[in-house]
């Protein structure tokens, strides 16, 4: 009689445990695919009884989408345990990493809401060490699908790896555990971003370049896609006066970035906004005196006004900083040219076209074909100043310059 009892008190509290579940729960909870278990719960989302049933639905599909990574791990460490060539399925190893990272989190939503007394009592906290260990999968998963050329998956697989590296759910990983990414995140976010340009998701892709632009390595690269992406859309005035504000918060954040600096210089120029431009580069210069975007680009905006003087004296002291820029070198001897050219005294001319010949000739030395800047014709005018039409060496320079 004793064991009867016993026996049927067992049976009741198995009935107890499931007789709180709903029949929706019920069916999630019986799928043996996680596309099955993930179709059922979109249907029957409605139908589960509170928060906790969701996230033991969502735990359920973490189950599964485990499962599956950890099959196909499974077999490619046999492989190189026991040096075998069995298959490995790198697509279901790739979408069961991606699919238990998104269950993860949508579990931890709910895991972490209120029970009906009002109390947060979370079930699910071994989702993030085991998610976090198949997250990683992704970056693999996204070079695969690079490599073959399927732009929508390496979005997929990259940007999930980096919109959930934040992700609360992650709140426990060990700082260490964390670390360890930061040795391709940036690269992994650099990638990305181009990706997410050439689908034309410009918000994305900005938010994937300031990710890019912690990592020391990447940070240039990524700010000028941050810059060019942002510069790409403007239509209208006001858009551009938007991007000129944004350019002025960047900048403020880093004084010392000359990329930013030259994007402002040229956004100022572009919009005839004189005064601004100028104090921009007159500030530059009295905080780094040898700041040479800042006097490239004040000699460049003493081109515009015609003032040949003031142009020179800035594009020597930009070359003083970088000797070799052919840019630069073949910029001042234009204004060596037009100085030149407005003198009446002829002795006086062609001292100063002597001085456009210094510089266009070690243009010509340090880049021959032209391929950073063309002095051809440049250099062939200060020749014809200073030697004359019918001489030798400017009939040389005339053939130089095509």
Known sequence: MKKLIVAAM????????????????K?????????????????????????????????????????????????????????KNDPIDENAMNEGAYNALMSAIECYKYDQLPNAKGKVAPKFGSNAARVWAARVQLVNAGQTAAQNNKADEVLKYWGAFLDTDSEPLFASIDAKQKDGE????????????????????????????????????EAKDALNLKLYVMKDGLKTHADSLAYVDKLKGLYAQDENNEVILDGLNSMYSSMKMEKEQEALLNAAIAKNPSNFV??????????????????????????AAKPDNVTVLTYL????????????????????????????????????????????????????????????????????SK
């Open 10 to 25: 067992m049976v009741l509290g198995a009935t107890s445990a499931f007789a709180g579940d709903s029949d929706a729960l």
């Open 27 to 83: 069916a999630v909870m019986k799928a043996k695919t996680y596309a099955e278990a993930e179709a059922l719960l979109k249907q029957n989302l409605g139908q589960l009884a509170n928060d906790a049933e969701k996230a033991k639905a969502y735990n359920k599909l973490v189950d599964l989408g485990m499962k599956a990574y950890n099959d196909q791990q499974s077999i490619m460490q046999t492989n190189q345990i026991m040096k």
């Open 182 to 217: 930061k040795e391709y995140i940036g690269q992994v976010a650099l990638f990305a971003a181009r990706y997410a340009y050439q689908a034309k998701d410009a918000a994305r892709c900005e938010k994937y370049c300031d990710i890019a632009m912690k990592s020391e390595k």
């Open 294 to 319: 800042a006097l490239a680009n004040l000699g460049m905006m003493y081109i515009q006004k015609n003032d040949a003087d003031n142009a020179i004296k800035n594009l020597k002291l930009a070359l």
């Open 333 to 400: 001897g234009a204004c060596y040219n037009s100085k030149a050219g407005a003198l009446q005294d002829p002795n006086g001319r062609k001292v100063v076209y002597k001085e456009a010949i210094k510089v266009l000739d070690k243009a010509k030395e340090l880049d021959p074909e032209k391929a950073q800047a063309n002095w051809g014709y440049t250099r062939y005018q200060a020749y014809y100043g200073y030697y004359g039409p019918t001489a030798a060496e400017t009939k040389k320079a005339e053939e130089e």
